[in-house]
């Protein structure tokens, strides 16, 4: 029930959106590309989620992509993340679960923890016609050193992150946060490590790689 209120949400605020400040706030969008390092072990919570919802992970390798961040591309990123935060109650893996055991699933109950937020904004873009190969779950480590889980969106202007405990969306290096693995952008199922910030890449080197959204 939760992912139909969520979805009514990012559609009733991308179709009420009004205002000219969306193509001049993408264009001023700019981040760096986060450098990823080698094959690293998959979560176990991804793991448990694929083996509960394996129609989610049992999908083909692809050619990383990335997305051309447009005004219409922010706008949908902006509402789907604030409409996913403001429909989910937080409630820690514990309290929710009553394991310790990390548990990722959809909010099918209207709660849930960060895991739960970042992978209903992964599947909301995923129902925009966003590509897979461009939504990244990501693994950190926030302020306080507590692990914590985020949503990696690839766009040709750099990596930008949708987080629960933060409405803006802020460019990856630009979050305070130590960022530890995210899955690959070819395969879901394989895990990256991650590197400290990279230049920002060349519009020639990311033409082959950009999926543009009309």
Same mark, same amino acid.
């Given at each position: 029930?939760?992912?139909?209120?969520?979805?009514?949400?990012?559609?009733?605020?991308?179709?009420?959106?009004?205002?000219?400040?969306?193509?001049?706030?993408?264009? =001023?969008?700019?981040?760096?590309?986060?450098?990823?390092?080698?094959?690293?072990?998959?979560?176990?919570?991804?793991?448990?989620?694929?083996?509960?919802?394996? =129609?989610?992970?049992?999908?083909?390798?692809?050619?990383?992509?990335?997305?051309?961040?447009?005004?219409?591309?922010?706008?949908?990123?902006?509402?789907?993340?604030?409409?996913?935060?403001?429909?989910? =109650?937080?409630?820690?893996?514990?309290?929710?679960?009553?394991?310790?055991?990390?548990?990722?699933?959809?909010?099918?109950?209207? !709660?849930?923890?960060?895991?739960?937020?970042?992978?209903?904004?992964?599947?909301?873009?995923?129902?925009?016609?966003?590509? @897979?190969?461009?939504?990244?779950?990501?693994?950190? @480590?926030?302020?306080?050193?507590?692990?914590?889980?985020?949503?990696?969106?690839?766009?040709? !202007?750099?990596?930008?992150?949708?987080?629960?405990?933060?409405?803006?969306? @802020?460019?990856?290096?630009?979050?305070?946060?130590?960022?530890?693995?995210?899955?690959?952008?070819?395969?879901?199922?394989?895990?990256?490590?991650?590197?400290?910030?990279?230049?920002?890449?060349?519009?020639?080197?990311?033409?082959? @790689?950009?999926?543009?959204?009309?």
């Amino acid at each position: 029930m939760l992912v139909a209120v969520a979805r009514t949400f990012a559609l009733l605020a991308l179709l009420t959106y009004v205002g000219g400040a969306g193509a001049a706030q993408a264009a =001023e969008m700019h981040a760096s590309f986060a450098t990823v390092g080698d094959v690293t072990a998959m979560p176990y919570g991804w793991a448990d989620f694929c083996g509960r919802r394996p =129609e989610e992970c049992r999908v083909e390798a692809l050619m990383p992509a990335d997305v051309a961040l447009t005004a219409k591309v922010m706008r949908v990123m902006r509402h789907i993340n604030s409409a996913v935060n403001a429909a989910i =109650e937080p409630v820690s893996n514990m309290d929710h679960w009553g394991t310790m055991l990390d548990h990722w699933d959809y909010p099918t109950d209207g !709660k849930g923890d960060c895991k739960i937020y970042a992978l209903e904004k992964r599947k909301l873009l995923l129902d925009q016609g966003f590509p @897979r190969q461009a939504l990244l779950m990501t693994i950190v @480590r926030d302020l306080d050193g507590n692990g914590h889980t985020i949503l990696t969106v690839k766009t040709d !202007k750099g990596d930008f992150i949708l987080d629960n405990m933060v409405e803006e969306i @802020r460019a990856w290096d630009a979050t305070g946060y130590r960022f530890v693995k995210r899955q690959s952008q070819s395969d879901p199922n394989v895990w990256v490590s991650i590197g400290p910030s990279s230049a920002p890449r060349t519009t020639a080197e990311v033409a082959g @790689r950009t999926r543009n959204l009309n």
